[in-house]
């Protein structure tokens, strides 16, 4: 979304947050019919149940605080298909409501519902439920015939092929999304599809995805390699996983992420930095939930140094004038010339 600061007198844009919310839950539909695609209609069972949960949690919790009713704003549902992005194709339903009843009323209501959370709450509750059952998180399946199976994410650690006894998929299956993993991310045609039309409307900043996919591939390429330096598979690191459904949907959450371009820019380096580090060195092989809960913790630092210089100030406050040094009585005393501040 582009944002504009200047004084008044202001023009109503047409674009409302409604507006800019359908928006984005009409990029999400390409991810959702290829989930239902290579994992059949239980995936569409769990977003609907997801969502269904969302919309309504947040409808009871601001009706018990007395808050205004504010569902038709569509947040809600984009949390609760979020949510259900990120679980596996076959996780129990029951997990899909736990985990946006979290994301909505901790994550969300409790700091004050929209505009006031400081973490996505969505990927807040993808974290609850990861350390709260992780066999459940983590039980993967194949496409259309559901055996049970690792993802393609351990193989970019070394010797990591070896270790989950699976070969390689190829780069077309792992584009078009019929590898294992969460029921949402595994199509990356989908997902480009999406993002670039909410680049393409100004939904979201171009800068924060392409950073952070950017440096992923990057430090990918650095860190990654089975043998040592500079030799991973760049390409391997974007399309495993979920990098680019967190790149285009979660760490370009306008509520969560820095308000100026070059804020935005560090934040998204810093995801792609820590995404890599947890994936290559950590002990959870996907880190891209993680890396964008720790940068929007660092939101408002982030905020604070990246604002821009105030017009008319000047570049440095200046100078306080040089100490006289004391006279010693013995002729006259050296003065030093003082600098002039800018």
């Given amino acids: 979304m582009k944002l504009v600061v200047s004084s008044s007198p202001h023009v109503v844009s047409p674009e409302s947050v409604p507006f800019l919310m359908r928006q984005v839950v009409f990029a999400l539909l390409p991810a959702l019919a290829a989930a239902a695609y290579f994992f059949g209609p239980y995936a569409v069972f769990l977003v609907v149940v997801s969502t269904g949960t969302a919309v309504a949690c947040e409808a009871v919790w601001q009706k018990i605080t007395g808050r205004p009713v504010s569902v038709h704003d569509w947040s809600a549902v984009i949390t609760g298909i ?21 994301a909505i009323i901790v994550a969300k209501q409790l700091f004050g519902g929209l505009g006031h959370n400081f973490i996505n709450p969505a990927l807040a509750g993808r974290a609850f439920l990861l350390a709260s059952w992780p066999a459940a998180m983590t039980s993967w399946v194949t496409p259309f015939d559901a055996r049970t199976t690792a993802t393609p994410l351990p193989l970019l650690i070394p010797k990591g092929q070896e270790l989950a006894g699976v070969a390689a998929p190829s780069y077309w299956d792992l584009f078009a999304g019929a590898v294992p993993g969460c029921l949402g991310e595994t199509s990356a045609l989908a997902l480009l599809a999406g993002g670039l039309y909410l680049v393409w409307r100004r939904v979201i900043d171009w800068r924060i995805p392409a950073w952070y996919l950017g440096t992923a591939a990057v430090l990918g390429w650095i860190l990654g390699g089975p043998r040592g330096l500079f030799g991973g598979d760049p390409l391997y690191h974007l399309l495993a996983g979920g990098l680019i459904l967190g790149a285009f949907f979660m760490a370009t959450d306008w509520v969560t992420t820095p308000v100026t371009r070059r804020g935005r820019v560090i934040f998204a380096v810093g995801c792609g930095i820590l995404t890599v580090l947890i994936r290559v060195y950590g002990g959870y092989p996907e880190g891209v939930s993680y890396s964008i809960l720790l940068m929007n913790l660092a939101t408002p630092l982030i905020d ?38 800018r």
Avoid at 82 to 102: E, I, K, T
Avoid at 314 to 322: C, E, L, W, Y
């Fill in 82 to 102: 979020l949510l259900a992005y990120n679980l596996p194709p076959r996780a129990p339903w029951w997990l899909a409501v736990v985990g946006s009843a979290f």
């Fill in 304 to 341: 604070r140094y990246t604002v821009p210089r105030q017009f008319g100030a000047p570049a440095r406050p200046p100078r306080a004038p040089a100490a006289r040094p004391p006279q010693t009585g013995h002729g006259h005393a050296h003065h030093a010339p003082a600098r002039e501040g």
